[in-house]
């Protein structure tokens, strides 16, 4: 019986991660877009951003492909649908196709967040205001620090020349930020020291909210089990009254039952005494 349950609550979850992800791969292609609108870059960072922002229409385009094919529609349904036949000409990769001329057309893609962000909408069949929060409060740590480690990683290899290649980026972003500072990699560049200590202050950030989160998540669960723990105790009390309850009656039919006992042994003691009486009569007769 819990199975089908489990089953659909896995492929719930599932796509929940899927839709996080492509959130995040969006966001970082807009910010890579605007980026590029405002500066110059050389040919290696020019066809990097062109194959990162291929990669983002290709997987955008696959979970299209996806959400057709599970929806049972028509093409002319599902196009009408959620605006579809706009996410078709955002996820077209026109600079990869036809160069930098069309850099500006890849702004449509940002109608894809309203269908997006409606992820935030938690869809639960029992859930306090409490919970929703705390979930959704994850949901935005986890996809802003995403979006942060990206972009941040991008900009330090682009700006600094302490590093060359994205993978270092990364790994100085995540040890700058958990505050641990190894020192082995140091920016160089006023941009980058500017950048590193944004990625402080975003670190301590996190690690505040993702700790007070962790708390809550403690608190309610401490709740719960107390919760719990005052319901099997009503539970058992009511128990033992039922059980009581059912000692009563039956005394109280015991008692009943000796009363007529008791009321018959006086009857039949009257009877005995009114023969005695007619004997002792009779006897002085």
Same mark, same amino acid.
């Given at each position: 019986?819990? @199975?089908? @349950?489990?089953?659909? @609550?896995?492929?719930?979850?599932?796509?929940?991660?899927?839709?996080?992800?492509?959130?995040?791969?969006?966001?970082?292609?807009?910010?890579?877009?605007?980026?590029?609108?405002?500066?110059?870059?050389?040919?290696?960072?020019?066809?990097?951003?062109?194959?990162?922002?291929?990669?983002?229409?290709?997987?955008?385009?696959?979970?299209?492909?996806?959400? =057709?094919?599970?929806?049972?529609?028509?093409?002319?349904?599902?196009?009408?649908?959620?605006?579809?036949?706009?996410?078709?000409?955002?996820?077209?990769?026109?600079?990869?196709?036809?160069?930098?001329?069309?850099?500006?057309?890849?702004?449509?893609?940002?109608?894809?967040?309203?269908?997006?962000?409606?992820?935030?909408?938690?869809?639960?069949?029992?859930?306090?205001?409490?919970?929703?929060?705390?979930?959704?409060?994850?949901?935005?740590?986890?996809?802003?620090?995403?979006?942060?480690?990206?972009?941040?990683?991008?900009?330090?290899?682009?700006?600094?020349?302490?590093?060359?290649?994205?993978?270092?980026?990364?790994?100085?972003?995540?040890?700058?930020?958990?505050?641990?500072?190894?020192?082995?990699?140091?920016?160089?560049?006023?941009?980058?020291?500017?950048?590193?200590?944004?990625?402080?202050?975003?670190?301590?950030?996190?690690?505040?909210?993702?700790?007070? =989160?962790?708390?809550?998540?403690?608190?309610?669960?401490?709740?719960?089990?107390?919760?719990?723990?005052?319901?099997?105790?009503?539970?058992?009390?009511?128990?033992?009254?039922?059980?009581?309850?059912?000692?009563?009656?039956?005394?109280?039919?015991?008692?009943?039952?000796?009363?007529?006992?008791?009321?018959?042994?006086?009857?039949?003691?009257?009877?005995?005494? @009114?023969?005695?009486?007619?004997?002792?009569?009779?006897?002085?007769?």
């Amino acid at each position: 019986m819990n @199975k089908p @349950k489990t089953i659909q @609550k896995s492929k719930r979850i599932l796509i929940e991660i899927k839709d996080i992800f492509l959130f995040i791969f969006t966001v970082i292609d807009l910010i890579f877009i605007t980026v590029n609108m405002i500066y110059s870059f050389n040919l290696q960072v020019e066809e990097f951003l062109t194959q990162y922002d291929l990669f983002v229409c290709i997987i955008l385009g696959l979970d299209m492909i996806l959400n =057709y094919y599970t929806s049972n529609m028509s093409i002319t349904e599902f196009l009408k649908k959620d605006h579809n036949i706009i996410n078709i000409l955002t996820i077209i990769p026109f600079d990869f196709i036809l160069g930098q001329y069309f850099f500006a057309i890849r702004y449509l893609r940002i109608l894809r967040f309203t269908r997006i962000l409606r992820l935030w909408h938690v869809k639960r069949e029992i859930y306090t205001i409490e919970q929703i929060i705390q979930e959704n409060l994850l949901k935005a740590v986890f996809i802003i620090f995403s979006i942060f480690v990206g972009v941040s990683a991008i900009l330090l290899k682009v700006f600094d020349t302490s590093f060359d290649s994205i993978l270092n980026a990364i790994w100085f972003i995540i040890v700058t930020a958990s505050t641990v500072g190894y020192g082995d990699m140091t920016p160089t560049t006023s941009f980058g020291k500017i950048l590193t200590m944004t990625i402080i202050l975003m670190g301590i950030i996190f690690t505040a909210i993702f700790t007070a =989160y962790l708390s809550a998540v403690y608190n309610r669960r401490s709740d719960e089990n107390r919760i719990h723990e005052i319901e099997e105790y009503i539970s058992n009390v009511e128990g033992k009254n039922k059980t009581l309850k059912k000692e009563v009656i039956h005394l109280n039919r015991k008692l009943n039952k000796i009363e007529d006992n008791v009321e018959n042994i006086n009857n039949t003691l009257q009877e005995v005494d @009114k023969k005695l009486d007619k004997l002792l009569e009779n006897k002085d007769e």
